[in-house]
């Protein structure tokens, strides 16, 4: 688990890591009835990877009303057993089964749990190992070839899930904005000191309609989609990391610039737990949002070196799908970090952005300035380093006789422990009961040639050859891949460039790997 930096200013204390519960408490209201999700189809991909989807029962949602699931009634299918998955994304469609645009139905979040928690420093709603948001359906979560998150079937999952209602609200843009970062209103059932918070969003609340308001309640389904592979042995896994660089408040209020800063900045960094490889990076933000940064500072430097900045997108086009007016509609991604590696105790900081001048144009017509319940998230994806294990010597097996194998075969009737001395030791045995080996026909050559069928003989020829005593590198191939030498030459190859990295770090070179899956069986 990573740990926050104690020079930096905190808002409150660092988590206990055991006192993470399978699911987190609820933070605002939520519905009581259990959503089960249930599987739609599965289909393989062209790369060979299986693509499942899930459905929601209907939903109905009337003008202006919030939905927000408690994880512990809100119960999501994922692929079954110690599977690998590759990718997540998730949206918001209605009984044609059509994309829904946010200007209807704002998509505020949703957060998968699977009982487990991830590896990051904060507890509760930030412990999810999948979380999407408005921008998720132009920003689904892929990662690098080679990587994924790996199950072992034993996970439990569920979500929280956070919708709103957009459709004919009270005060134009400016109450769409108010609604969807969960403002006061008298109507919500919570406190005007909480602004901004889930308690302003809670289920069953709603936004304030146009008393005209013709706009009936409408029925919705939530859908999601899976990219996964029953082949989990072939890919490097992941630890999954959320950094909130608000310290875990999960969301917080910014005020509007004034005439000496128009941008407000909040920055965090924490210390790495372990060495690993970068794989996967991707920010959230919501309205209002320039981007944020993802940086690396080692040990005694002063200076942060960014590897990841994900940039906000604003629709241009009013109800188009993907590309809603004033609405932030996309997040960029680093799926491209595999090869950096970051060592134990290197700082790693997040710096997000967010333009508060109220004459920002970029959402309009929803206005600028100050916003409510914002969000400033990088989740990040990497691979643990292993040691490199100790190599154990393998003794190579006493051949078992063949069928034509009839002087062996008289040998170790005679002489039991012949293959299991020295060569000396068998010919010794075998002088003893020469009469009986002459008279099975053996000559003193074939018996001389058998006795150097033992482990200890000298090297075989290249008729002769078995598998060597694993050499370093044979090792950690084998750590990596376990039934390299069980399949075919090109299947051990195709493991190894999987774990090129790992292979690297121990010294591996590309003509010593290709020399040690030539001792596969086919």
């Not at 790369?47 to 499942?52: I, P, Q, T, V």
């Not at 310290?247 to 941008?263: D, V």
């Not at 989740?379 to 380093?385: D, G, Q, T």
């Not at 008289?410 to 000396?424: F, I």
Request: glycine share 8%.
């Amino acid at each position: 688990m990573l740990s926050m930096l104690s020079t930096l200013a905190l808002y409150g204390a660092i988590p206990n890591p055991n006192d993470i519960a399978l699911y987190p408490p609820p933070l605002a209201n939520t519905r009581n009835e259990t959503i089960s999700f249930s599987h739609a189809t599965t289909t393989r991909r062209a790369d060979g990877s299986m693509e499942s989807v899930y459905m929601s029962p209907p939903m109905t949602l009337k003008p202006g009303e919030v939905v927000f699931t408690d994880p512990a009634k809100t119960l999501l299918q994922m692929p079954k057993g110690n599977v690998a998955v590759l990718g997540f994304e998730a949206e918001v469609v209605d009984e044609k089964k059509t994309s829904v645009p946010l200007s209807e139905v704002y998509n505020h979040h949703w957060l998968v749990f699977d009982g487990k928690g991830n590896a990051g420093v904060c507890d509760n709603y930030l412990q999810y190992k999948f979380g999407v948001g408005a921008e998720s359906r132009n920003s689904p979560v892929h990662y690098a070839e080679g990587y994924g998150l790996v199950l072992d079937g034993t996970e439990t999952w569920g979500a929280n899930i956070h919708l709103l209602r957009t459709v004919d609200l009270d005060g134009g843009a400016l109450g769409i904005k108010h609604c969807i970062e969960c403002h006061w209103a008298e109507q919500k059932g919570c406190k005007p000191e909480q602004s901004g918070e889930f308690a302003c969003c809670g289920d069953g609340s709603f936004c304030k309609a146009k008393k005209e308001t013709t706009a009936h309640a409408k029925t919705y389904y939530l859908r999601y989609k899976v990219v996964w592979t029953d082949q989990a042995h072939t890919v490097k896994p992941l630890d999954i990391y959320v950094l909130d660089a608000s310290n875990c408040k999960i969301e917080y209020n910014i005020a509007e610039g004034t005439n000496k800063s128009e941008e407000s900045v909040t920055s965090l960094c924490w210390e790495n737990p372990k060495k690993s490889e970068m794989v996967y990076a991707a920010g959230h933000q919501h309205i209002g949002s320039t981007n944020i940064t993802l940086s690396l500072k080692p040990k005694g430097e002063k200076v942060k070196t960014p590897i990841c900045t994900s940039y906000p997108k604003y629709g241009t086009a009013a109800g188009e799908v993907g590309n809603e007016l004033g609405y932030l509609v996309k997040m960029s991604d680093c799926n491209n970090l595999t090869g950096i590696v970051v060592e134990q105790g290197t700082e790693i900081c997040v710096d997000s952005f967010y333009d508060v001048d109220p004459k920002d144009s970029r959402m309009a017509p929803i206005p600028g300035g100050a916003h409510g319940g914002v969000m400033s998230l990088f989740y990040l994806a990497s691979h643990p380093f292993s040691p490199v294990p100790t190599p154990v010597p393998v003794p190579t097996p006493a051949p078992a006789p063949g069928p034509g194998d009839r002087c062996l075969e008289k040998l170790l009737a005679d002489c039991p422990d012949a293959l299991k001395g020295n060569v000396k030791a068998c010919e010794k045995c075998a002088e003893s009961h020469t009469a009986d080996l002459k008279a099975a026909g053996c000559t003193v050559a074939e018996v001389k040639r058998d006795c150097t069928k033992h482990p200890g003989a000298p090297a075989p020829g290249p008729s002769d050859a078995r598998i060597p005593t694993p050499a370093p590198c044979l090792a950690k191939l084998l750590a990596d891949c376990p039934n390299a030498l069980r399949g075919s030459v090109k299947a051990c190859e195709k493991c190894a460039a999987n774990h090129t990295v790992d292979l690297k770090a121990a010294g591996c070179t590309e003509a010593e790997l290709k020399q040690d899956c030539s001792f596969t069986k086919h």
